[in-house]
């Protein structure tokens, strides 16, 4: 089944202590994405990847780090996480984010609290 | 003025009626994404378009590239279309995607 498997589904942290949030897609996608979910602020691009090694910056990038060293794997890495960090993320995964016939697809979702 | 913008911000629909949400955008554009989040947060792509129509099932995309507008068209509207429909544009250039604000739908029985 083609999917975007993101882990952890929940978490519950503390401010520093560095955590990572893995994505893998099974389909073989060039494409991948970070995003975060706020109330009253929508959905915002934090860091995206284009190709194994090619990754560039969203609209709030501070705070993340990412890496793309295999075409399935895009992990989110907040190295010293502080409580702005919580929020709903999604990974997502196309093809190609050009034309008009490589919707994306999305994870499930990680909700991340830090106290 | 943020990019991308959506209206209504909420409707509420009586079953059976036919629904329109907008999004206009100001920026150069590779392609335009209508999304669908149900209460609960999972999102799921409905359409990825970059010029004319698309149509899958009752749902209806449009786009007008020169005047950067488009529509989503739910026809015989359900209850289970209630969600919060999305659009996102992936900025000519960039392949980044900045988000609209949302068009919260409830579609009562």
């Known amino acids: 089944e083609a999917q975007v498997t993101q882990n952890p589904r929940y978490l519950i942290t503390v401010t520093g202590k560095k955590l990572t949030v893995t994505c893998s897609q099974n389909m073989n996608h060039e494409y991948m994405s970070w995003y975060r979910q706020d109330p009253g602020l929508g959905l915002r691009q934090i860091y995206y990847s284009m190709n194994v090694e090619v990754t560039d910056k969203g609209d709030v990038p501070e705070g993340y780090k990412v890496s793309r060293k295999e075409k399935r794997n895009f992990p989110l890495i907040l190295e010293s996480p502080s409580p702005n960090q919580t929020s709903l993320y999604f990974c997502?995964?196309?093809?190609?984010?050009?034309?008009?016939?490589?919707?994306?697809?999305f994870g499930d979702g990680t909700r991340l609290s830090i106290l | 003025k943020n990019e991308v913008e959506q209206s209504p911000q909420n409707l509420t629909a009586q079953e059976g009626e036919f629904i329109t949400i907008n999004c206009s955008y100001s920026v150069g554009i590779s392609a335009l994404h209508w999304l669908q989040q149900h209460p609960g947060g999972g999102i799921v792509s409905l359409f990825m378009l970059s010029s004319g129509k698309k149509k899958h099932g009752r749902l209806i995309a449009t786009i007008n590239i020169q005047e950067k507008h488009s529509s989503l068209h739910i026809t015989a509207s359900h209850p289970r279309d209630s969600a919060v429909y999305i659009c996102a544009v992936s900025k000519a250039s960039y392949d980044k995607v900045i988000f609209g604000p949302g068009t919260s739908l409830s579609v009562i029985p």
């Open positions: 997502a995964s196309s093809l190609s984010m050009r034309g008009g016939n490589q919707p994306q697809h």
